[in-house]
């Protein structure tokens, strides 16, 4: 793993990049993993997305200041797992097309709303094998003081949107948990439809607008699971 105090100087007051000389880059393995973590960075050093966005496929940023800003992420073309955690991640967030990825992790952000949080980041990352959301308040679990059954809902809307998805959080998710989640948010046609046929674009805007209004409207009452429920997570 390559750590950008290997790649680069940065002067704390002029924030000027100094590269480092052809032979000191020479030396450095780049051609699996990158961190850049814990160096408080709110943008991406121009350096290092042109010297070695395309030769990594797993990337550290955790522990920095990232928020929406992320845009650079779609020049690391071979990216395949992305470590966000401890930034400034909110539900807002947009992330680039990145269909290569299948781990994310974006633990301890401030994303506080789940819609359309995670339809964006289905959209952007519709490969996901491997995502963990813990320590956001939009991930009600112990850490944060969320119920059992806050936690059970949102697990299961989070799986029924990631169709590939193997783990989220801290565990492995079951076949009963997939059936459950598909049972109870089933997606809308045009969405599922949409993957394998283009949609006129006026068609796209008018869905999304609707979808939006039915999960704000509609969604939280079908997330109350009654009590006596005995699904195992």
Sequence with gaps: MTSLGKLIFV?????????LSSEESANLDLTESLSLAFESLLHMPYDIIENYASTINTLDISHNKFSRNLQFLSEFDNLTSLNLDHNNIDAFTKFPYMPKLQLLWLNHNKIDELFPFVKNLYESFPNLRYLSLMGNKAAPSYLNGGSFYDYLQYRLVVISWFPRLVHLDDRLITSEQRIEA????????????????PIPECIKVFHNRLSNFFIKSVIPDKLRMPKSSNFII
């Design 11 to 19: 002067n704390a007051h002029s924030r000027n990049l100094k590269s």
């Design 182 to 197: 598909t049972r109870l948010f089933r997606r809308p046609l045009l969405e599922q439809l949409s993957e394998h046929t």
